[in-house]
């Protein structure tokens, strides 16, 4: 199994990022997907989620408006469009299957979105 986030980059406040997380040897479609951050000195903490069709969604109050998760499950990948960014956006940011134990041990290497001046 291989998840590979990209899209990271630095932004000025209020920019905007779309990051996408690939995976492979593991099929999305019929799971939950979430995408999560970290960032220096802080623990992980599951930043939005979406249903396995991608009807219903769900957000960290922190991002709610201003993040967007979708999915693509013919390609087996995740997005998340970030607009409107603040500096405490700043982090490494990881998407999981968080309903699936065997994928709780799968961590790609994360995007680093930095937002500064």
């Known amino acids: 199994v291989q998840l590979v986030e990209s899209g990271g980059g630095l932004v000025q406040p209020g920019g905007s990022l779309r990051l996408s997380c690939v995976v492979s040897g593991f099929t999305i479609s019929g799971y939950h997907m979430s995408w999560y951050r970290q960032a220096p000195g802080k623990e992980r903490e599951l930043v939005a989620t979406?249903?396995?069709?991608?009807?219903?969604?769900d957000y960290a109050d922190s991002v709610k408006g201003r993040f967007t998760i979708s999915r693509d499950n013919a390609k087996n990948t995740v997005y998340l469009q970030m607009n409107s960014l603040k500096f405490e956006d700043t982090a490494m940011y990881y998407c999981n299957a968080p309903y699936v134990p065997v994928m709780r041990s799968k961590w790609g290497q994360g995007t680093q979105v930095t937002v500064s001046e």
């Open positions: 979406i249903s396995n069709s991608g009807g219903i969604t």
